[in-house]
Nanobody, 117 residues
Framework: QVQLVESGGGLVQPGGSLRLSCAAS????????MGWYRQAPGKERELVAI???????NYADSAKGRFTISRDNAKNTVALQMNSLQPEDTAAYYC???????????WGQGTQVTVSS
């Protein structure tokens, strides 16, 4: 079982930046593929970015060039640095983990990001 706890959401003006962090526990972190998803009101949850065990990354088109995902295997954390935020980035952001041991998926409770002037 993997527990994920997000932090770092909040209210930011358009053009601003936020850094989300997710702390994982309960499993060997180095064997987890980590990711960030988001869900806006009335919309489906969508992938923002993922980072593999070898630090390979993949981004949604909407995140490319603005967001950066990173992981710290020593601290069991994954971060999402978000720059040049726009109102359309407003959503609940969820940390996700997929275990390479058993392919189980795990979700955090979510953290709200609101971009508004």
């Amino acid at each position: 079982q993997v527990q994920l706890v997000e932090s770092g959401g909040g209210l930011v003006q358009p053009g601003g930046s936020l850094r989300l962090s997710c702390a994982a526990s309960g499993s060997r972190f180095a064997m987890l593929v980590m990711g960030w998803y988001r869900q806006a009101p009335g919309k489906e949850r969508e992938l923002v970015a993922i980072i593999g065990i070898g630090d390979t990354t993949n981004y949604a088109d909407s995140a490319k060039g603005r967001f950066t995902i990173s992981r710290d295997n020593a601290k069991n954390t994954v971060a999402l640095q978000m720059n040049s935020l726009q109102p359309e980035d407003t959503a609940a952001y969820y940390c996700h983990a997929r275990s390479l041991y058993d392919n189980n998926h795990y979700w955090g409770q979510g953290t709200q990001v609101t971009v508004s002037s």
